[in-house]
């Protein structure tokens, strides 16, 4: 089994520590070793999340615990949220692994986001990823065990992602997350202080509009920084004068 260093998994706000471990085993069945927890109810370590991983320890042992989302996916690239519920996101929203094959064939690194057991993500993590994923079951209760659908996820991306180490490791230069969130922060900033982010019980959705249509252009590195460039030049009072 080939081991792949460009998808990682990350558990926002996991209950159950069994889950969390049964998920560690999936990915070491199907080869994925990033695993990334934000916030656990159950805190961190748990003897009952190692007992649950089997054979998977190692992953448990060297999983990264963080306190917020953003903090948990700052060196990704892009990001799928997997919800087993409608959203009505202005995101894309896909049904099918050959869909979500295609969007990251030219991604470095990848973040497959799900969310608690009793809720799912919340509509502000989602906001903050690319796309979101649904598994398409025949069955209206869509719902799954959380380390079941990590399961399946991993199975089938693993079948690509080792095709793609066999072959060729070429992946173009789109943005780290945390790059993406530097930008955002900034014209956040600029946006509140421009008077545009009016008024402030809009704000919110006013913003998570704007923040959905720069992650559907998914810049590089270098296009993040000419853009934050552009916005310091244009708050430049002596430039606004010419």
């Not at 990915?27 to 649950?52: E, H, Q, T």
Request: proline residues 4%; aromatic residues 10%; charged residues 25%.
């Amino acid at each position: 089994m080939l081991k792949n260093k460009n998808l990682a998994i990350i558990l926002v706000n996991p209950q159950l520590p069994e889950n969390i471990g049964m998920s560690a085993r999936a990915m070491m069945n199907c080869g994925f070793y990033d695993l990334r927890i934000v916030n656990p109810r159950d805190g961190w370590p748990n003897k009952l999340a190692i007992k649950s991983s089997v054979h998977a320890k190692k992953i448990i042992s060297k999983t990264k615990i963080f306190d917020s989302f953003e903090n948990s996916v700052s060196d990704l690239n892009f990001l799928v949220a997997t919800t087993a519920r409608r959203r009505y996101a202005r995101k894309d929203h896909f049904f099918s692994f050959l869909e979500i094959k295609k969007i990251i064939s030219d991604t470095h690194k990848v973040g497959i986001v799900f969310g608690p057991e009793n809720s799912g993500l919340s509509n502000e993590v989602i906001s903050k990823c690319d796309c979101i994923f649904s598994l398409p079951l025949k069955s209206k209760q869509t719902s799954l065990n959380l380390s079941h659908s990590v399961l399946i996820i991993c199975y089938e991306l693993s079948k690509f992602y080792h095709n793609i180490q066999r072959s060729s490791n070429i992946f173009i230069d789109i943005a780290t997350k945390a790059e993406f969130n530097g930008l955002m922060n900034h014209l956040h900033q600029d946006l509140i202080s421009s008077g545009f982010l009016n008024p402030p019980e809009k704000r919110k959705i006013m913003f998570e509009n704007i923040q959905n249509m720069f992650l559907r252009a998914n810049f590089t590195s270098q296009e993040i920084r000419t853009f934050r460039g552009i916005l310091k030049k244009l708050k430049n009072p002596i430039f606004r004068q010419k």
